[in-house]
Each structure stands twice: as structure tokens, then as C-alpha cells.
């Protein structure tokens, strides 16, 4: 699966809204996605708290993630929250 960050994070919104096989689907690429940003934090950061969020999480520790990053992940909860 190759995805731009927008994209994952449309995905994470549409799994979690009842789609177990897509939630099965998204977690190995997440994982995957924190293994191989290792060398960056930051995204490594980003991946971390979307796997959460794909797990349940509608309450996630944010304050490390960078503005950019951020504004994604609010977007995501605020999909998911109403």
C-alpha cells in the first residue's frame, strides 16, 4: 500500500467507522511505517498516534506531534467524534 498521509488518514476515518478487515489491513502498513521512520521522530510520532487511533484511541497524546502533523491527526478525530 502506497499512500500519501492524507490518504492513511482518510483510511484510519473509514476503518474505524466499523471496517474490522480494513482495520486488519492498516495495521501491519502503520507498524511497518513506524519501523521504517525510524531515522524521523516526528513521523514516527504521527504513525504511533494513528495506529492508536485505529486501535480506539479518540484521545491521543499529541503535544509532540509537529503543527503539520497535528492538524491531520485533529482532522481524523474530529471525523470520527462529529
Known amino acids: 500500500m502506497n499512500a500519501t498521509l492524507d490518504q492513511l488518514c482518510a483510511l484510519v476515518v473509514e476503518a474505524r467507522r466499523d471496517d ?10 502503520l507498524e511497518q511505517a ?6 524521523d521522530p516526528a513521523l514516527r510520532r504521527f504513525f504511533m498516534v494513528l495506529i492508536g487511533i485505529l486501535a ?3 484521545d ?8 503539520e502533523y497535528l492538524e491531520k491527526i485533529r482532522r481524523v478525530l474530529s471525523q470520527l467524534t462529529g
Open 20 to 29: 474490522e478487515e480494513l482495520i486488519a489491513q492498516l495495521h501491519p502498513v
Open 34 to 39: 513506524v519501523t521504517e521512520n525510524s531515522q
Open 56 to 58: 480506539g484511541n479518540d
Open 60 to 67: 491521543p497524546e499529541m503535544s509532540e506531534l509537529l503543527p
